[in-house]
């Protein structure tokens, strides 16, 4: 069974940072694109970040500059270093694996809740 379990959320102050983890399990993860998705509450679906195979990256613009993107195939692990945090980043964090026509993601992790507020 394929599972994907995110770690590191919590509370943090407007400019801190925080480094988000994605354990991978059941699949060849180094064979895969790996991504962030996140959802504000009340809101939709929210794209963050992807990292292919090779260690490419990818952002939106609204994390461009302020978050990183990287993963250890060795170990599995997808990770997300947030810095310089802000209040509108406040959301649940999902790891999730996109399809090979990246329309879709056919496999979440459960989240992990971020909140930035002072």
């Known amino acids: 069974q394929v599972q994907l379990v995110e770690s590191g959320g919590g509370l943090v102050q407007p400019g801190g940072s925080l480094r988000l983890s994605c354990a991978a399990s059941g699949f060849t993860f180094s064979d895969y694109v790996m991504s962030w998705v996140r959802q504000a509450p009340g809101k939709g679906l929210e794209w963050v970040s992807n990292i292919n195979s090779g260690g490419r990256t990818y952002y939106a613009d609204s994390v461009k500059g302020r978050f990183t993107v990287s993963r250890d195939n060795a170990k599995n692990t997808l990770y997300l270093q947030m810095n310089s945090l802000k209040p509108e980043d406040t959301a649940v964090y999902y790891c999730?694996?996109?399809?090979?026509?990246?329309?879709?993601?056919?496999?979440w992790g459960q989240g992990t809740q971020v909140t930035v507020s002072s």
């Open positions: 999730a694996r996109p399809t090979t026509t990246f329309n879709e993601y056919d496999y």
